[in-house]
């Protein structure tokens, strides 16, 4: 207490007096100056309305939404940093239509790669099921042959020696027709389970089909069926074993037929897709269709809805077009026929032995050697 009473002490009783004596001086001066902002050049305004898609005359508007009596001047102020661009609502409305647009086709390649994905992990799957059941077969067939075998060779053996019994031939015949339908399915269960070795070359795919036709034609399930081919003639050639491919089109085209009870019109059409990178056949019939639950399990191996059917012959489709790295798919509504779309790459011989093991029979399929197949009949 005592130290601030001796500083309030020591202050001057004139202080007041002292401050007006301190030379200051408090006035304020001002200077008119111009603050406008300078007139930008005629291609910076070109420049915005351009961007702005305001070109005059033809598509300014000057609708005032944006606050500037027109579109120019809107312009001209955003040159100068007084407005933004996105102040006009046409140029908001197209940036966000574009944006959408955009969206929108992320959206769609999304989709399209999500529903690739799950047609790969389907065939994958599909694959390794018919490797498991491949190898299941082939040892039941192999078990099986040599029983058949010993019933056929018997059961002819008294065919001939019953002569004339006729009440016993009608009863060793069925055992014989029984033998050889039991005979057929081990034949297509060794077929199914053994690994089928690829003889490739350069093959013209119309050709191939073409050829499958001719054996097919003759038939009398076909004398009631009209065939209708649309093959596209550019279609490019494809490096392909042309006698697997041949079984495959004969299981097709068979199949159809059957479907129509040998009746109806048989559609086959050929097609490049992709700029030629890959081609498409497609086998329609105008049959009864398949139900939509079997669609899933139509390529199941012994999967089958025909009375005296195997099971085998869409399941040995599959895997033939799968050795060729393509795809064999069905689209059906019931009523209304069955199409059955196989997809091969277009490839040559660089590209197929990226994907599959050097094969002794390439050596003698050089490419730019167009192959035909032979001729021969692969019905079982």
């Not at 008294?158 to 014989?176: A, F, H, S």
């Not at 065939?227 to 279609?235: A, C, G």
């Not at 064999?328 to 019931?334: C, G, I, K, P, Q």
Request: aromatic share 4%; with cysteine; hydrophobic share 35%.
């Amino acid at each position: 207490m005592d130290f601030i009473k001796a500083q309030q002490n020591k202050r001057p009783a004139n202080g007041a007096a002292d401050i007006r004596k301190l030379p200051l001086n408090l006035k304020r001066s001002f200077a008119a100056r111009n603050v406008a902002m300078p007139d930008p050049k005629e291609a910076e305004i070109q420049a915005v309305l351009t961007q702005l898609g305001k070109t005059y005359p033809d598509r300014n508007q000057d609708c005032g939404a944006c606050g500037y009596g027109s579109c120019r001047e809107k312009a001209k102020a955003v040159v100068q940093g007084l407005a933004e661009m996105e102040m006009c609502p046409h140029y908001l409305l197209e940036r966000l239509q574009g944006l959408y647009s955009s969206l929108e086709k992320s959206h769609f390649q999304l989709k399209s790669s999500h529903e690739e994905l799950e047609r790969a992990q389907r065939q994958l799957i599909q694959t390794e099921k018919m490797a498991s059941l491949g190898q299941l077969a082939a040892g039941v067939a192999h078990e099986l042959n040599n029983p058949i075998g010993t019933i056929m060779m018997f059961s002819r053996i008294l065919q001939e020696e019953l002569g004339d019994n006729e009440k016993w031939q009608n009863d060793i015949t069925l055992v014989v027709q029984e033998a050889d339908r039991a005979a057929k399915i081990i034949k297509d269960l060794l077929s199914f389970a053994k690994e089928t070795k690829v003889k490739p070359g350069l093959v013209n795919i119309n050709t191939v089909m073409k050829e499958a036709l001719s054996l097919l034609v003759k038939q009398s399930i076909f004398h009631n069926v009209e065939v209708r081919t649309e093959l596209d003639p550019k279609l490019p050639s494809t490096f392909a074993d042309p006698d697997l491919l041949k079984q495959v089109f004969l299981n097709i085209i068979l199949n159809g037929v059957q479907a129509m009870d040998g009746k109806g019109t048989l559609t086959i059409q050929s097609r490049k897709l992709d700029k030629g990178k890959k081609i498409e056949i497609r086998v329609q019939d105008t049959g009864k269709g398949i139900p939509e639950e079997n669609l899933p399990r139509l390529f199941d191996p012994f999967f089958t809805t025909k009375e005296k059917g195997t099971g085998l012959g869409l399941a040995i489709v599959y895997s033939l077009i799968s050795k060729h790295q393509g795809t064999v798919t069905a689209e059906s509504r019931l009523g209304q026929g069955a199409t059955f779309i196989i997809t091969l790459p277009v490839l040559g011989q660089k590209e197929w032995l990226k994907n599959e093991r050097p094969l002794t029979d390439l050596k003698n399929a050089p490419e730019g050697k167009e192959h035909d197949s032979q001729g021969k009949n692969l019905i079982g």
